[in-house]
């Protein structure tokens, strides 16, 4: 049995769904495990599915599965402190269609970050894990790809199978054995004006 950090689910003040609560970002890929065609597939349509402003479906994606081209030209386009995701099953650049002007580009950002959300969902559902990042040369990723203009790359999302932390630097374990945190509501849920808490 792999070494695993513990105690990754959410705490939240009313219990979330579980899929939700058991998504974090972990920093350790089984190198040997195989990522499923049908649940990359699935990935990819949880994220084609997410909200999108005006139904305008701004969000393209560059797939690549471990040991094809497209998985290699994105792992050289990787920061040397992502090196880790080299072990995922399939790396996916998320790119957006800013279209010609700044509303359409703010909201396809949105949009982009409704999907990496839903495919992280449907990757714990699927027993996986997803890691986004933005640690990436995006310039590069542009030219590797001829991607056009008004296209922008905005992050690099690892999809695969948990790995051994025994198996990790120890940076790496210390990092991701750290208790998960956010912001309490009180400190992000506003009424009334603006940093007057919510009554929940």
Sequence with gaps: ??????????????????????????????????LDHDDLVALLEAARWAATWGARQPVRFVVGCRG?????????LLKRGNSYARAAGALILVCADEGTDEKTARYSGVDAGAAMANLAVEAVSRGLHAHPMAGFDALGAQQVF???????????????????????????????????????????????RWGSPAQL
């Design 1 to 34: 049995m792999p070494e695993q950090p513990s105690d990754r689910l959410a705490v939240t003040q009313v219990p979330i769904h579980e899929h939700i609560a058991a998504r974090w970002s972990p920093r350790a890929f089984d190198p040997e495990a195989t």
């Design 68 to 76: 094809d081209a497209t998985f290699t030209a994105l792992a050289a």
């Design 146 to 192: 001829a991607i056009p203009d008004g296209i922008r790359p905005l992050a690099v999302v690892a999809v695969g199978t948990l790995g051994d932390y025994g198996q990790v630097t120890a940076e790496i374990a210390e990092r991701d054995a750290r208790p998960r945190e956010r912001l309490p509501l009180a400190e992000i849920a506003f009424a009334g």
